[in-house]
């Protein structure tokens, strides 16, 4: 969706309730995604997802046209949201559960590679975490991500690039103690 685009529905969401059923039908899956990716639990993403649109419905009217892709504003709610789930549950997401599952050996080596991501992921700061996150598992645009962080587009691409390298340390560290 383009800005012109979103400041319509930006908009019709501030007009009424079915420009704000618009919205959420615009965007809806992704924060959805963004929180499953976050906590590990369908249940748990739903709920987060339900209460960003809620706080977003509450929230909508003091919005201002910046220029700036709605999602963003919805990832920074959901971002506050996932934090009030871990601060209640003061646990990990359970990573071992999608261990469980895996039957075949194919399957069982993926679930290892995207064991060793995640915990590569764990290793680093939030921040690095959060933009390979973000273009990655929540396949944002580099605008999106520049609205998100509050940052050009440049800025975003020189963080990304910076974090991917620290990762691939890790995970190259990592694979040598196999070794």
Not at 18 to 42: N, Q, W
Not at 61 to 79: C, D, E, F, N
Not at 80 to 92: G, L, P, S
Request: charged letters at 30%.
């Amino acid at each position: 969706m383009n800005l012109a685009e979103e400041r319509k529905l930006l908009a019709r969401a501030q007009a009424g309730p079915d420009g704000f059923g618009d919205l959420f039908d615009a965007h809806y899956e992704r924060i959805y995604a963004y929180a499953y990716r976050r906590v590990g639990s369908r249940p748990a993403a739903e709920d987060i997802a339900a209460c960003t649109f809620e706080d977003a419905l509450r929230g909508i009217q003091r919005v201002r046209w910046r220029g700036r892709p709605i999602i963003a504003w919805l990832y920074r709610i959901a971002s506050r949201r996932v934090a009030d789930y871990y601060r209640q549950a003061k646990e990990d997401a359970p990573l071992e559960a999608e261990l469980v599952g895996a039957a075949d050996d194919g399957a069982l080596e993926q679930a290892e590679r995207q064991a060793a991501v995640r915990a590569g992921l764990g290793k680093l700061n939030p921040t690095d975490r959060e933009i390979i996150q973000l273009a990655y598992f929540d396949e944002c645009e580099t605008a999106e991500i520049a609205a998100l962080l509050n940052c050009t587009a440049n800025v975003v691409y020189v963080r990304l690039h910076r974090a991917l390298r620290k990762l691939r340390a890790i995970l190259q560290g990592a694979n040598d103690e196999m070794e």
